[in-house]
Structure formats: C-alpha cells, structure tokens
Nanobody, 116 residues
Framework: QVQLVESGGGMVESGGSLRLSCAAS????????MGWYRQAPGKQRELVAG???????DYADSVKGRFTISRDNAKNTVYLQMNSLKPEDTAVYYC??????????WGQGTQVTVSS
C-alpha cells in the first residue's frame, strides 16, 4: 500500500520559516519524481517545487529564492524548506510522487498559515 505522509505544517508569522516533510512508503522512492503542491481557498492547486529522481529541482516563480526542495532517498523522504514566508503562501501543501506517465500518488496535505 502506497502512503505519502506530510508533516511540519503550522502557523507562522510573516518572515518566518517552516520545513515540511513527506515520508513515502510502498514505492521505490528513488525512482519517483517528487513534488510539493499547494492549494489556497478558492484557488486551483499549483506546483510549488519539484525534484527529479536525479536531484534536479525546479520552482514556481513565486517561491524562487525562498523555498528549497530536497530529497533523502535513504529515508524515502522529500523536504520543503520554506523561508521568508508571506501571507500569500498560506495554503494546504500536498506532496506528490510520480512515475511520469505511469503512476502518481498524493499525500493528505498539511496546512500552512502565515499571519501578517
């Protein structure tokens, strides 16, 4: 059974930091493209950051220079370090694991709230 379990969300003041984690089980983690998405109330889910199986990363323009995605294949875990948080970063953050064109799995989401 595949599981992606996010943790690390919470409430923080503007300018603060949070580190999200997503622990995967039931998949060959090292072969999966991993990503963090977010969905704010009334908005569509959007890609925040992605990291390939080889470690290459990409970011949404809105988070470049503030967020860093990383992965630890030995721990089957992907991280999202979020610095200089802004109120507009408030959303539910979801972890996604994918074998492109084959499978994709989603976590249950973790709430991030940034107060001004």
């Amino acid at each position: 059974q595949v599981q992606l379990v996010e943790s690390g969300g919470g409430m923080v003041e503007s300018g603060g930091s949070l580190r999200l984690s997503c622990a995967a089980s039931g998949i060959i983690f090292s072969s999966y493209v991993m990503g963090w998405y977010r969905q704010a109330p009334g908005k569509q889910r959007e890609l925040v950051a992605g990291i390939s199986s080889g470690g290459s990363s990409d970011y949404a323009d809105s988070v470049k220079g503030r967020f860093t995605i990383s992965r630890d294949n030995a721990k089957n875990t992907v991280y999202l370090q979020m610095n200089s948080l802004k109120p507009e970063d408030t959303a539910v953050y979801y972890c996604r694991g994918a074998r492109p064109g084959v499978y994709q799995y989603w976590g249950q989401g973790t709430q991030v709230t940034v107060s001004s």
